[in-house]
């Protein structure tokens, strides 16, 4: 395989002998002979750090990233001698700690121009430096970088297996994915954590049917989420995916958390009009519950082309807000507010939170009915309302710029010069940074 890194690595060794007509024949000798004159200063510039980098990372990370970033920074012709420490002849602790600090400074020297080096000690037997150089790949943003990740998977298992996939997903390769969802047979929870951590992030629509088989076999409720994740990332109007998941929304499946990620996801992952998903979204809402997760669903369902969801939920939290215990309690606004905020009835969003705050003896609920105004006022572009509720919030100048992370017509609104003015204002007050 070609050494991407090469061509250019020869014309700077021997771009003062171009001129002489150097034969292209001549050109790795001439680069060799380079590179065994420069080694003794290279051994020497290495040496100070030895001793630093036998320690064990785990113990002494602070001091050692410091020691790591200094070897760095002597620049990549370290790179042969840092390859050969990758090797040991030996495996006790100081050997192996010695490779894996000599990796993380090679991991700053663009592994991707000695890729092929790297593909020889995977293939070797070297036990301490193949893991090394699995690691190293993740860090080879190349094509060949991959393919070599891609063949080790036929041929590895265990920890180098793991390491394999982890390298994939440092590269966000979602070629090899074919191949990857192999490994969530395994019989080995870590392994299918890797392979799940793999697909959440490179999201491969190719494999929804094997995480599907994969899916109705797992027996770790700990890896659950991650399905849900993968899915809500990789697939649009998916039948099998909407019905595999739908029974992790029985009780104690998922954590709540959890299940109203899966409720959100389905708005994309069902069928619009999916019979399975509406008719089970419905049974949320018809249980009487008024928390969020119901919102939730009259949301979904909404999304699927379902507006009952929504006139029963809303219906529900208006005879309960009637009844002369619950006139006063502001977790019914709450909830009223954010399903009239979903559903883009921002005023009326506006009145509950308003009621919330009212009503609420906590500083959370209170705190999050007052980013419900901020970002209802910002869609109904009430900018003097904005201004009103920042200066009577409490909040702090980076507190407010936060909630814009999140929410990009609020970071619009932080945008225009009088809400700029007003937090400049806000930041000399004291107390208020």
């Not at 010695?98 to 593909?119: H, I, K, M, Q, T």
């Not at 609104?413 to 809400?419: A, N």
Request: net charge neutral.
């Amino acid at each position: 395989m070609r050494n991407p890194g090469l061509p250019a690595a020869l014309a700077a060794v021997l771009a003062p002998a171009l001129g002489a007509q150097v034969a292209l024949a001549d050109l790795p000798r001439l680069a060799r002979e380079r590179a065994e004159r420069s080694r003794p200063a290279q051994v020497q510039a290495l040496a100070p750090f030895l001793a630093d980098l036998a320690l064990d990372y785990r113990e002494n990370q602070q001091f050692l990233d410091q020691r790591i970033a200094a070897t760095a920074a002597i620049g990549d012709g370290l790179v042969p001698l840092l390859l050969e420490k990758l090797q040991p002849a030996g495996s006790d602790a100081a050997a192996r700690n010695l490779a894996a600090n000599c990796r993380r400074v090679l991991e700053r020297l663009d592994p991707a121009s000695f890729v092929e080096a790297l593909g020889e000690m995977t293939r070797g037997s070297n036990r301490i430096a193949r893991p090394e150089a699995i690691r190293l790949l993740g860090h080879a943003a190349t094509p060949q970088a991959v393919q070599l990740l891609a063949d080790l998977l036929d041929r590895t298992q265990g920890e180098e297996l793991r390491l394999a996939v982890r390298s994939l997903r440092q590269l966000r390769a979602p070629a090899p994915a074919a191949k990857v969802v192999v490994a969530l047979g395994s019989a080995d929870r870590q392994t299918r954590e890797e392979v799940l951590g793999y697909l959440v992030v490179t999201h491969p629509k190719q494999v929804a049917d094997a995480v599907i088989q994969a899916l109705a076999a797992e027996r770790d409720p700990k890896l659950l989420p991650a399905y849900v994740d993968y899915f809500a990332g990789a697939v649009q109007e998916h039948d099998a995916a909407a019905r595999a998941l739908l029974p992790l929304l029985d009780r104690e499946k998922l954590d709540w958390q959890d299940t109203m990620r899966l409720v959100q996801g389905l708005a994309t992952i069902a069928p619009r009009d999916h019979e399975p998903t509406i008719r089970r979204l419905h049974e949320i809402v018809d249980s009487g519950d008024t928390s969020s997760l119901a919102v939730q669903a009259a949301v979904t369902l909404r999304a699927l082309g379902d507006r009952q969801g929504i006139t029963k939920l809303q219906r529900s939290l208006n005879e309960q807000l009637r009844k002369p215990q619950r006139r006063r309690d502001p977790g019914l606004y709450e909830q009223r507010a954010s399903l009239a905020f979903a559903i883009e009835d921002y005023g009326d969003a506006v009145g509950d939170y308003e009621k919330v705050i009212e009503f609420s003896e906590g500083p959370a609920m209170t705190r999050r009915a007052q980013v419900g105004i901020l970002r209802s006022e910002a869609r109904r572009k009430k900018t003097a309302n904005v201004l009103k509720v920042m200066r009577n919030s409490g909040m702090t100048p980076a507190e407010l710029e936060a909630i814009g992370n999140d929410d990009p017509v609020f970071r619009e609104v932080l945008q225009q010069d009088k809400v700029r003015a007003l937090l400049q204002q806000m930041a000399k007050e004291p107390g208020t940074r």
